[in-house]
């Protein structure tokens, strides 16, 4: 009698289902060990912005809407006439202008003597290193030590400047450069652009030196003298920096402070004043809190709009491939 044989059953690969397998346990440690990474160092950032920026705008904007001397409640709500008042005011729209004298005499004659200077260090010159670390020199100087040193420079009678301005028959000029109306803004301009210049000029000096020496030796090659290259190589392939070094000196501008304040405290009768000097002037002297709120509101909403503003439309070509989307695709 045959014996039976028993014979193994093939497994049909064909019914089978494919199942993907579960995300190791490690991949998931990794990937939340990388985001308490990112949370690490991205929280305490967001905290301080938190608390030392958007709060105090917040606060500011509030408090806008109240009559309040800084003291006990605020309980005499006025609406919007902080605001009103402030349109009004001739001294503070005598700020504005004094802002926009300031942003154009820095766009017209500040940032040329820069970027001059900048094309100057620029060349093969003996000792244009030490020269660099005297025009920059200024800028590590704190605003309070610059505006201090310049009161003295510009004390009537024993200051630095009335004996030059002797010496060179200029007497007119004598004890009124930050007492005369006339005079103080142009003063304050003299000493800003000695404060500031040596900055804009190390930007310029930067990216002259990015520029590729190739394409200037090819462009001398074709027959372009000194000027021709810089005004048809050198400022184009420079326009990034230059709009960079407008936009800082602008906002700069808008925002001065200290500077004035030391020097002039906003006299004399407003002539000097700025818009930050009106807000603490209100704020700090008058106690005039909420209508100082209302200032502080509408310089950071002036400066807010310029910022979108110059970035939307100056900066727009500087910026497009800067930033990426889609995992960089």
């Given amino acids: 009698m045959p014996s039976s044989v028993s014979t193994p059953t093939?497994?049909?690969?064909?019914?089978?289902?494919?199942?993907?397998?579960?995300?190791?346990?490690?991949?998931?440690?990794?990937?939340?060990?990388?985001?308490?990474?990112?949370?690490?160092?991205?929280?305490?950032?967001?905290?301080?912005f938190l608390v030392f920026v958007l709060a105090p705008i917040a606060v500011a904007v509030y408090t806008a809407f109240f009559?309040?001397?800084?003291?006990?409640?605020?309980?005499?709500?006025?609406?919007?006439?902080?605001?009103?008042?402030?349109?009004?005011?001739?001294?503070?729209l005598g700020d504005l202008g004094r802002g926009l004298y300031l942003i154009a005499l820095s766009i017209t004659v500040q940032?040329?003597?820069?970027?001059?200077?900048?094309?100057?260090?620029?060349?093969?010159l003996r000792g244009r290193a030490v020269y660099r670390m005297l025009f920059f020199a200024p800028y590590i100087l704190s605003e309070v030590v610059t505006a201090v040193l310049f009161t003295m420079i510009f004390l009537p009678g024993d200051g630095m400047a009335d004996h030059l301005a002797g010496a060179l028959?200029?007497?007119?000029?004598?004890?009124?450069?930050?007492?005369?109306?006339?005079?103080?803004?142009?003063?304050?301009?003299?000493?800003?652009?000695?404060?500031?210049?040596?900055?804009?000029?190390?930007?310029?000096?930067?990216?002259?030196?990015?520029?590729?020496?190739?394409?200037?030796?090819?462009?001398s090659i074709d027959g372009a003298g000194a000027w021709q290259r810089f005004r048809?190589?050198?400022?184009p392939l420079l326009g990034p920096t230059i709009r960079i070094s407008a936009f800082l000196s602008i906002i700069g501008a808008i925002q001065l402070f200290d500077l004035v304040w030391v020097m002039t405290?906003?006299?004399?009768?407003?002539s000097s004043e700025t818009m930050a000097i009106s807000m603490f002037q209100f704020g700090f002297k008058r106690y005039q809190v909420g209508y100082a709120s209302a200032i502080s509101?509408?310089?950071?909403?002036?400066?807010?709009?310029?910022?979108?503003?110059?970035?939307?439309?100056?900066?727009?070509?500087?910026?497009?491939g800067a930033v990426t989307s889609g995992g960089g695709r």
Avoid: C
């Fill in 111 to 124: 940032l040329p003597f820069a970027l001059f200077t900048a094309v100057l260090l620029n060349q093969r």
């Fill in 10 to 48: 093939k497994e049909r690969t064909e019914d089978a289902v494919p199942v993907r397998p579960p995300a190791p346990a490690r991949s998931l440690r990794r990937g939340l060990g990388g985001w308490a990474s990112v949370a690490w160092f991205l929280v305490p950032a967001l905290v301080l």
């Fill in 169 to 219: 028959g200029l007497e007119w000029l004598q004890g009124k450069w930050l007492a005369d109306p006339s005079t103080v803004m142009p003063t304050l301009f003299v000493v800003m652009t000695w404060k500031y210049f040596g900055f804009h000029m190390m930007l310029f000096l930067a990216g002259l030196q990015s520029i590729p020496g190739e394409i200037l030796e090819a462009a």
């Fill in 297 to 320: 509101v509408v310089l950071f909403m002036i400066s807010l709009v310029f910022s979108l503003f110059y970035q939307r439309y100056v900066l727009r070509r500087d910026l497009s």
């Fill in 232 to 235: 048809h190589v050198t400022l």
């Fill in 265 to 270: 405290a906003g006299g004399p009768n407003h």
């Fill in 67 to 92: 009559k309040w001397g800084g003291i006990g409640p605020m309980d005499d709500f006025v609406g919007f006439e902080n605001y009103a008042k402030l349109f009004d005011d001739e001294v503070f």
